[in-house]
């Protein structure tokens, strides 16, 4: 677990602008509706500009085979919680496969 300072709107109300965060590495499970901070080499958050964003994760997968791990991410959409702002939404599979679960949003310091 660690925490780190989370500037920006687009969470709000959930996670206030500067609050300070609890986070835990790494995510266990589904990721599937839970608050993650998440990295991206090639792109930037539109809102503070920087490489790392917390928002929502939700994903769509493709199945490639009959076996149970034969699949890719075909969607994975980053949803602020806050409506004045747009989810991310990374349709693209090599754009998609770069992004970087870092950890799980667990509370407020």
Partial sequence: MFVARVVGHSMEPV???????????PVDGTRQ???VL???RSIS??????????KRYRSDKLMTG?????WRH?????????KEFQPLVFEDPTVAE?????AEFVGLV
């Fill in 15 to 25: 996670i206030p602008d500067g609050s300070y965060c609890i986070f835990r590495a």
């Fill in 33 to 35: 509706g839970k608050t």
């Fill in 38 to 40: 998440v990295q991206h």
């Fill in 45 to 54: 958050d539109p809102e503070t500009g920087g490489r790392y964003t917390v």
């Fill in 66 to 70: 009959a076996g149970e791990g034969d």
């Fill in 74 to 82: 075909s969607r994975i959409v980053l949803e602020p919680v806050n």
């Fill in 98 to 102: 770069e992004l970087q679960v870092i």
